[in-house]
């Protein structure tokens, strides 16, 4: 009987770790294999694709919703733009659509045309289709390469990290519109 006491309070501390923090605790440690995380089998992906910052014509796919004042800054400090951006495979923008860049970017620096970005990569194609990666960080648009962090993800880039690249490859300086090639460094289960 004494030996009995000690296996069930192990089996007892083994099933509390398994079951979800009641509602009043705050934070709970969790098995990530509960998740279907196994730590040993993170992958690095690499993903390349243009991004299309449309301002013009009949259907912007980049809107601004905020204009400074013209006497603010020569950088257009505190402007913000909303995205809904293609993102295709090649530079043309009939080429395949692997994704959408949904967010915004905003005018950050009096100093230079640095813009702060933050959107959602949602891929619409392939195993990837569902799944988005989350990227957030300053752009210093004329810098030859930009780098940002990657700082999250959904479904199959849950738990994401890693770093997004950035290179402008056409601007029209009339019209605002842009291609800019991205590559993407993502580490994911």
């Given at each position: ?6 296996i069930?309070?192990l089996?007892?501390l083994?099933l509390s770790s ?5 509602a ?7 098995d990530?294999?509960l998740?279907?995380i196994?730590?040993r089998?993170?992958?690095l992906?690499?993903?390349?694709f243009?991004w299309?910052d449309?301002?013009?014509?009949p259907?912007?796919t980049?809107?601004?919703v905020?204009t400074p004042?013209?006497?603010t800054?020569?950088?257009g400090?505190?402007?913000?733009n ?14 395949k659509?692997v994704g959408?860049?949904?967010g915004?970017?905003?005018s ?5 045309l640095?813009?702060?970005m933050v959107m959602n990569f949602?891929f619409v ?7 988005g990666?989350t990227v957030?960080?300053?752009n ?9 962090p ?5 479904g199959?880039?849950r738990?994401?990290r890693g ?8 601007v029209d ?10 590559n ?5 289960y």
């Amino acid at each position: 009987m004494a030996a009995l006491i000690p296996i069930s309070s192990l089996l007892l501390l083994l099933l509390s770790s398994a079951v979800p923090a009641p509602a009043s605790a705050f934070a709970t440690a969790l098995d990530p294999s509960l998740m279907g995380i196994n730590l040993r089998k993170e992958k690095l992906s690499h993903f390349r694709f243009y991004w299309h910052d449309v301002l013009s014509g009949p259907k912007p796919t980049s809107v601004r919703v905020v204009t400074p004042p013209s006497n603010t800054s020569a950088t257009g400090f505190g402007l913000v733009n909303i995205i809904d951006n293609p993102l295709t495979l090649l530079p043309d923008p009939s080429s395949k659509l692997v994704g959408r860049a949904q967010g915004f970017y905003t005018s950050a620096s009096q100093e230079e045309l640095a813009l702060l970005m933050v959107m959602n990569f949602a891929f619409v194609t392939g195993k990837y289709n569902g799944s988005g990666i989350t990227v957030m960080g300053r752009n210093p648009i004329f810098n030859k390469v930009r780098e940002m962090p990657v700082i999250s993800g959904c479904g199959l880039f849950r738990f994401a990290r890693g770093y997004a690249q950035a290179s402008t490859h056409t601007v029209d300086l009339k019209t605002g519109d842009a291609v800019v090639e991205y590559n993407v460094y993502v580490l994911h289960y």
